[in-house]
């Protein structure tokens, strides 16, 4: 027998599933697709609870099927907000243990009284198996979300120890608890995760604060008024306050990624041209109320196009990265470096800095690529020409600044070439990237 009560809810909760899925799609980040899993378990629970009344044990695995999916929900939701879960292989552990402790103790409920003689040690094994896992793994990870989620298992293994035999009441109490655990949980994940003032962390975080308490207060309710009864939707309603929250993080993240690559090139993470104009300005600026020096260079890697010709497209863009790492760890935090065109790179350099700071500073950034780079299976050897200018001395606007480093540029590269000096290095690429030395550890002046 179905009961087609459930139905409302399992189309409301299918809608909002696919709405998530829509914007997990343009979103495409490795959280979001936890979120969906999450909530695709959600409507299996709503499913397969349609199908209590089904005779038999039918029943009684539509019941485990929907106890379980609706646990390993919240669990999967706490794990997407832990930090370095893919690095650490204990928070694998630590997943597993979870989903494996509760999906094992309902399977016993749903099939009780003939497991009730387990429930003893697998109510041990919710709070033991966690804490075998923080000692385990306490030199490499010692997050205090850690520490949070070991705790709630502690607590409810010995909840369910003094509670789960209780005649009468003892099943509803274990059912309860652990959905209570699970969700209190994942509110305080979110809470630690999303510490943000914004509408979706917000709605999110009380939404799994109220999915919580659900546990509590309906039990509660039911002892203490025992005539009163509530519609099912007043109690599912956390979850879709829940479910908005989540996609409305999941949209203040991609504005926020938007506004993020306006500003920023999409390749290197370094500042655009956009945001390097804006700084470059900004900097002048302050140099001029102070009376002090920002100097500008534009530095053009000699040869590019061979590489990608050589080497491929796909070489050619991590050299850009591998570039870009290096000169942005050669100068100091309070000046830029940017990506301003295909193969040029602008560095703004503030006070302290005098002509002949930013000359060594050059010097500095163009030895780097005069030995070869390796990067992931290459190696090639490229060089480059720097362009120096420095305001106010030659020029009095970021505009005029940026033309004089340009000229400046072209006109030693023009100059080299036309004195029969060594031409630049050409890209070679090498089978092995340990054959090469490694880069010299040039600083830049402070």
Known sequence: MVDWSKLPDLGAVGLLTIAFASVVRRGRKSVSAIWLTGWLLIATHFAAFMFLGAPGNWASLASFIGLAALACAGVLFMWAAVPHRKQQRSSQW??????????????????????????????????????????LSWRQFRHP????????????????????QRPGVGTMLAFEAVFFTVYFGCAIHFWFTYRRATAGAFITIAGFFAWASVFVVGPCIAYLFPNLRLENEVWNLPKYIVAVGMIMLLLEDQIEYNRYLALHDELTGLPNRRLFQDRLASAIERAR??????????????DFKQVNDTAGHHAGDELLK???????????????????????????LEEPMTRADAARVGRTLTQLLEEPLTFDDHTVRVGASVGIAVFPDDAADAESLQIAADLRMYAGKNASKESGGEEPPKPFPVKSATATKHLPGLQAAE
């Open 322 to 348: 591998h570039v870009g790492n290096l000169f942005t760890g050669r100068v100091r935090r309070s000046d830029t470096v940017a990506r301003t065109g295909g193969d040029e790179f602008s560095v703004i």
């Open 94 to 135: 630590m997943l597993a243990v979870l989903l494996a402790n509760y999906t094992l103790y309902f399977g016993l409920l749903v099939i009780d009284p003939v497991a009730s003689w387990a429930l003893t040690p697998v109510a041990v094994l919710i709070g033991a198996l966690p804490f075998i896992v923080l000692i």
């Open 145 to 164: 979300l850690r520490w949070a989620i070991v705790a709630l298992n502690l607590g409810l293994s010995i909840f369910l120890l003094i509670f789960q």
């Open 289 to 302: 109320r102070t009376g002090s020096h920002v100097a500008l260079l534009l530095i053009d890697l000699n």
